[in-house]
């Protein structure tokens, strides 16, 4: 049994969501007094109320800061239902490239309806007005610059994953916690990519396991496969449809596509698309944050300026002004003639138009999907990689099915649509992989290591392997696997004293 242990020298850790799951993050974190708010996302196979964190379960009212990791959906979409909707009255942190591409994506969230996609039940969590209200409350901060709230002291540094993303370390009375968010630590062609603190003794480390022990294949043997499923469909006359979240992973991919076509002539007369509201917007907060980015897209950046200085094109130019890339706003303007590449959001199908072009484009088998995000459980993308006969169709903006009545689709009225089209899968996500997130958890080496953002069966396989690592340590690491809304509560000896 163990000595029984003041409360007040105990950690309390709680998931409201991204526990044993990938969606909806949200953890809370407990010590003497304080408490720590880590993320506020939406779950993207839920819809409505069901798609947020469980809040009844907390008090949000104790919140002193909340610290958002990225812009992702699953991390960020539920903020402005936190700060307009609950009684939460803490500060909000995040990075300023975050905080401009948060804007417009959830702004574009609101207009397209975060509300339900499948029923006819619709509900609003927050309105563009509630955004719009709420927004200035979120204080942007810089990379490596601690700031003390309430005697906390928090302190981002890079996480890679996407432009902005950020680790958050915080310290709590003497207490280190680093809670990682999403993370990579591979090159890549925009990102400075993750980086362990220097010379700081973690206590408590709080990782992403998506991957669980899982290992990806080396970047440059993804990226040429990536290339030759794309060229396949487009050599057979096919049109290729890559399924993207509206920004961050996508630019990777396009600066990667734009590489490569650059230096094959022959798909140069082939268009690849670029679908999303935010095209131009996006590109402007890319510009705008390249000096957050890694040398090699700093070097791209001198390099078409200065191309675009000597050629007269004033305004133009630059690493994100691609040479055989098209915007398109709205699939209204799109011809859909012959083949091509077609980068269309949201990431998982849920709805949308990459939905919409899938439901267009599955029964032909020329065409193929591609899939390179990580797919959440319950989503179209997920399903599609099985190879179904068929997929259900739904109605999507626009459309007039009029097999969809209040009350959802009754029985025989639900239709179907043939899948001929190729799927294929490589990751593009940015997460670490087994062996890259053991590596870093290795390095790190916190007595106490929590385990989120994960499928229960790949949390258990990281868990066993880190556990199996015990046996090589004189003192073995602590690993949890809380479940959503199931307390831990960890005992610090009172060591842990405020310096
Ligand atoms: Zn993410
Ligand atoms: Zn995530």
């Given at each position: 049994?163990?000595e029984?242990?003041?409360?007040?020298?105990?950690?309390?850790?709680?998931?409201?969501?991204?526990?044993?799951?990938?969606?909806?993050?949200?953890?809370?974190?407990?010590?003497?007094?304080?408490?720590v708010?880590?993320?506020?996302?939406m779950?993207?196979?839920?819809?409505?109320?069901?798609?947020?964190?469980?809040?009844?379960?907390?008090?949000?009212?104790?919140?002193?800061v909340?610290?958002?990791?990225?812009?992702?959906?699953?991390?960020?979409?539920?903020l402005?239902?936190?700060?307009s909707?609950?009684?939460?009255?803490?500060?909000?942190?995040?990075?300023?490239?975050?905080?401009?591409?948060?804007?417009?994506?959830?702004?574009?969230?609101?207009?397209?309806?975060?509300?339900?996609?499948?029923?006819?039940?619709?509900?609003?969590?927050?309105?563009?007005?509630?955004?719009?209200?709420?927004?200035?409350?979120?204080?942007?901060?810089?990379?490596?610059?601690?700031?003390?709230?309430?005697?906390?002291?928090?302190?981002?540094?890079?996480?890679?994953?996407?432009?902005?993303?950020?680790?958050?370390?915080?310290?709590?009375?003497?207490?280190?916690?680093?809670?990682?968010?999403?993370?990579?630590r591979e090159?890549?062609?925009?990102?400075?990519?993750?980086?362990?603190?220097?010379?700081?003794?973690?206590?408590?480390?709080?990782?992403?396991?998506?991957?669980?022990?899982?290992?990806?294949?080396?970047?440059?043997?993804r990226?040429?496969?990536?290339?030759?499923?794309?060229?396949?469909?487009?050599?057979?006359?096919?049109?290729?449809?890559?399924?993207?979240?509206?920004?961050?992973?996508?630019?990777?991919?396009?600066?990667?596509?734009?590489?490569?076509?650059?230096?094959?002539?022959?798909?140069?007369?082939?268009?690849?698309?670029?679908?999303?509201?935010?095209?131009?917007?996006?590109?402007?907060?890319?510009?705008?944050?390249?000096?957050?980015?890694?040398?090699?897209?700093?070097?791209?950046?001198?390099?078409?300026?200065?191309?675009?200085?000597?050629?007269?094109?004033?305004?133009?130019?630059?690493?994100?002004?691609?040479?055989?890339?098209?915007?398109?706003?709205?699939?209204e303007?799109?011809?859909?003639?012959?083949?091509?590449?077609?980068?269309?959001?949201?990431?998982?199908?849920?709805?949308?138009?990459?939905?919409?072009?899938?439901?267009?484009?599955?029964?032909?088998?020329?065409?193929?999907?591609i899939?390179?995000?990580?797919?959440?459980?319950?989503?179209?993308?997920?399903?599609?990689?099985?190879?179904?006969?068929q997929?259900?169709?739904?109605?999507?903006?626009?459309?007039?099915?009029p097999?969809?009545?209040p009350?959802?689709?009754?029985?025989?009225?639900?239709?179907?649509?043939?899948?001929?089209?190729?799927?294929?899968?490589?990751?593009?996500?940015?997460?670490?992989?087994?062996?890259?997130?053991?590596?870093f958890?290795?390095?790190?080496?916190?007595?106490?290591?929590?385990?989120?953002?994960?499928?229960?069966?790949?949390?258990?396989?990281?868990?066993?392997?880190?556990?199996?690592?015990?046996?090589?340590?004189?003192?073995?690491?602590?690993?949890?696997?809380?479940?959503?809304?199931?307390?831990?509560?960890i005992?610090?000896?009172?060591?842990?004293?405020?310096?």
């Amino acid at each position: 049994d163990e000595e029984p242990v003041d409360p007040s020298d105990e950690l309390m850790f709680l998931c409201l969501g991204g526990g044993n799951e990938v969606g909806r993050s949200c953890h809370i974190i407990q010590y003497k007094g304080k408490t720590v708010m880590l993320d506020a996302g939406m779950h993207p196979a839920y819809d409505g109320l069901a798609a947020l964190p469980f809040y009844d379960e907390f008090d949000l009212s104790t919140v002193d800061v909340l610290l958002i990791s990225h812009f992702h959906i699953d991390h960020a979409a539920s903020l402005p239902y936190v700060l307009s909707k609950t009684n939460f009255k803490g500060r909000v942190f995040m990075t300023h490239p975050t905080k401009a591409i948060y804007k417009w994506l959830v702004q574009d969230s609101v207009r397209v309806g975060n509300i339900s996609s499948s029923s006819e039940q619709k509900v609003q969590l927050y309105t563009e007005a509630d955004h719009l209200s709420t927004f200035p409350m979120i204080e942007a901060i810089d990379y490596y610059t601690t700031h003390t709230i309430s005697s906390i002291r928090i302190t981002p540094y890079p996480a890679g994953h996407v432009l902005g993303a950020a680790m958050f370390l915080i310290e709590i009375a003497g207490l280190k916690i680093l809670f990682t968010g999403d993370y990579s630590r591979e090159e890549d062609r925009h990102l400075i990519s993750a980086e362990v603190p220097k010379n700081t003794k973690i206590d408590v480390l709080i990782t992403e396991s998506t991957y669980g022990i899982a290992s990806h294949i080396p970047r440059v043997q993804r990226e040429a496969q990536l290339m030759k499923s794309i060229t396949d469909v487009l050599n057979r006359g096919g049109r290729a449809l890559l399924p993207v979240f509206a920004l961050g992973r996508a630019q990777e991919l396009l600066l990667i596509l734009d590489e490569y076509w650059s230096k094959h002539s022959e798909y140069q007369k082939i268009p690849i698309y670029y679908a999303s509201n935010l095209a131009r917007k996006c590109m402007v907060v890319y510009q705008t944050y390249v000096s957050a980015m890694n040398d090699n897209i700093k070097r791209l950046f001198r390099e078409r300026m200065a191309e675009a200085e000597a050629a007269g094109d004033v305004g133009k130019g630059g690493p994100w002004d691609f040479r055989f890339v098209r915007s398109l706003k709205s699939l209204e303007r799109f011809d859909d003639v012959g083949g091509c590449v077609m980068l269309a959001s949201p990431g998982m199908m849920q709805n949308g138009v990459s939905r919409e072009l899938l439901e267009r484009w599955a029964p032909d088998q020329r065409n193929g999907v591609i899939i390179t995000g990580y797919s959440v459980e319950g989503t179209m993308a997920k399903l599609i990689v099985h190879e179904p006969e068929q997929i259900q169709a739904i109605m999507t903006k626009g459309s007039n099915n009029p097999a969809r009545r209040p009350g959802g689709p009754r029985e025989g009225e639900q239709i179907m649509i043939p899948r001929r089209c190729s799927v294929q899968e490589f990751s593009f996500a940015a997460h670490v992989d087994g062996t890259e997130n053991r590596e870093f958890i290795e390095e790190i080496s916190a007595p106490v290591v929590i385990l989120v953002h994960g499928e229960k069966h790949n949390m258990m396989r990281l868990k066993s392997k880190l556990l199996s690592l015990n046996a090589d340590k004189s003192v073995p690491a602590k690993i949890f696997s809380p479940a959503n809304c199931e307390e831990l509560r960890i005992p610090f000896k009172a060591d842990k004293v405020a310096k």
